[in-house]
């Protein structure tokens, strides 16, 4: 039962974080290649998006909290929408009208979220998806939205399969599952508040675990010093105000076998690949606008999927935390720029950032609202964007009996941060997206049109074996 339950620390510090100019909506794109069937849609919908109770409830806030509260006026139609687009529209026309539908905030008396359709989209159907990120995290909703598809073996739990033919997220290699695994019941002890006391008493009489928690603890707080001690972020056009306007692009997709071979020849991981090619995109698109990037590093903050590895966390909720990437964005030498990359992922993976910052977002969550604030603010300066890279199937997938051709994610962006970049795996290809204020960028197609050209870069590089790539 969910109606009546407290919102977790973290799922309430994500609700906590809207704002008119930055929405804390999860988006995602689901473009099919044939008519979708309405009615039968609807019932798939109604049988396992609406499995998940917490879909019926919205979140309503108070001083010290935030509970779950059942609609009692519940109305599928309330939620599944019609948009339009203009006849023979394409591309350009569907991402002006994805970043209007991520700029309009959610009715706050209703649950927070709505699955748009579009028919006539090059002979067939797109399905916008929003939900607000206090109901889940994007790996989590993933998994629920996976659990819709048709293509799943029959005789297995959805979610599970779903996780089980995804491609495997690299993001989990910077928690090593030991480390995951012996701090998981102290980030669960910060979050329940009232039993602080009973364990207390019980880690009395049980020193070696009290000690292993202090330890965690003190492990926490160093690496949130280490952060609070990062210089901001360095002046770019993708930090100043925001207008709360959204606009959004995607580039043609990649292989995802030439980026993984890629790897391999290089030594490298399939991630590794997809931010170095970022970083080289982001630069030249901020050189086109004029700025200068020579030897300019920002940073990206990355979620990290913190569930545990055996299964045992619940679906929902938000359980994951959170990275500052280097992004060398002026380093114009592909071979160059992904070691750079590479050297800092690897770091990245004996830190326990992820880790400190989940424990403080569970910790302000369940403290006073204006206590989020400074929070936020710190996460903000430290970083440009959000770069999140959400694993899909391998294989082709169909909704209600339509076939699925291509699949975006965008997760939001908290307090002044207003772009995101998604990196998203579906059927043999890789799909950058870029979503962006746009007062920050106002033509993300502009961004996302470099991504193909660096990857290329790297590709040349590698079976020409030339030393340098001119300009």
Not at 173 to 198: H, S
Not at 277 to 289: I, K
Not at 405 to 417: D, E, K, M, R, T
Request: proline fraction near 7%.
């Amino acid at each position: 039962m969910i109606a009546g339950e407290r919102l977790s620390g973290v799922d309430r510090s994500w609700l906590l974080m809207d704002r008119p100019t930055n929405l804390m909506t999860i988006v995602s794109l689901i473009i099919l290649s044939s008519p979708l069937d309405r009615a039968r849609y609807k019932t798939v919908i109604a049988d396992r998006f609406l499995a998940h109770e917490r879909f019926r409830c919205y979140p309503v806030a108070d001083v010290m909290g935030a509970t779950w509260v059942r609609a009692e006026q519940f109305d599928l139609d309330d939620h599944v929408l019609s948009a339009s687009l203009p006849p023979r529209a394409g591309q350009a026309e569907l991402e002006a009208l994805v970043g209007e539908l991520a700029s309009t905030p959610f009715n706050p008396g209703r649950p927070l979220w709505t699955f748009h359709v579009i028919d006539g989209y090059r002979g067939g159907s797109v399905i916008v998806v929003r939900i607000h990120h206090c109901y889940a995290d994007g790996i989590a909703l993933t998994q629920v939205l996976l659990s819709m598809t048709e293509s799943i073996p029959p005789g297995r739990h959805p979610a599970k399969a779903a996780a089980a033919d995804s491609t495997p997220h690299e993001h989990n290699g910077l928690v090593p599952a030991a480390l995951l695994a012996a701090v998981r019941e102290g980030i669960d002890i910060i979050g329940k508040g009232t039993g602080l006391i009973e364990k207390g008493i019980y880690y009395a009489f049980h020193p070696n675990e009290a000690a292993m928690l202090a330890r965690n603890a003190l492990g926490f707080a160093g690496e949130l010093a280490h952060i609070s001690t990062m210089a901001d972020d360095p002046p770019t056009r993708l930090k100043g105000p925001l207008s709360g306007v959204r606009r959004v692009a995607w580039a043609d997709p990649l292989s995802f076998e030439e980026v993984r071979t890629i790897a391999q020849v290089l030594g490298c991981t399939i991630n590794d690949v997809l931010v170095s090619t970022l970083a080289g995109a982001l630069g030249r698109y901020l050189e086109a606008e004029g700025e200068s990037v020579a030897g300019l590093t920002i940073r990206a903050s990355v979620p990290v999927d913190l569930r545990a590895v055996d299964g045992s966390d619940p679906l929902m909720g938000n359980r994951f935390g959170l990275v500052f990437l280097d992004l060398p964005i002026g380093i114009r030498h592909p071979l160059e720029r992904l070691y750079a990359v590479h050297t800092t992922m690897q770091d990245l993976k004996r830190s326990g950032q992820a880790l400190a910052t989940l424990a403080l977002l569970t910790i302000v969550g369940n403290l006073p609202a204006p206590v989020e604030e400074p929070a936020l603010a710190l996460f903000s300066a430290k970083a440009s964007l959000v770069a999140s890279n959400v694993p899909g199937p391998r294989e082709a997938l169909s909704l209600a009996g339509t076939p699925i051709s291509q699949l975006l994610f965008w997760v939001p962006q908290a307090g002044s941060i207003g772009t995101g970049v998604s990196m998203q795996s579906y059927n043999g290809m890789v799909q950058f997206g870029v979503i962006a204020d746009r007062q920050l960028i106002p033509r993300p197609s502009e961004l996302v049109a470099r991504v193909e050209v660096e990857f290329n870069r790297l590709v040349f590089l590698v079976l020409l074996g030339a030393a340098a790539l001119g300009d």
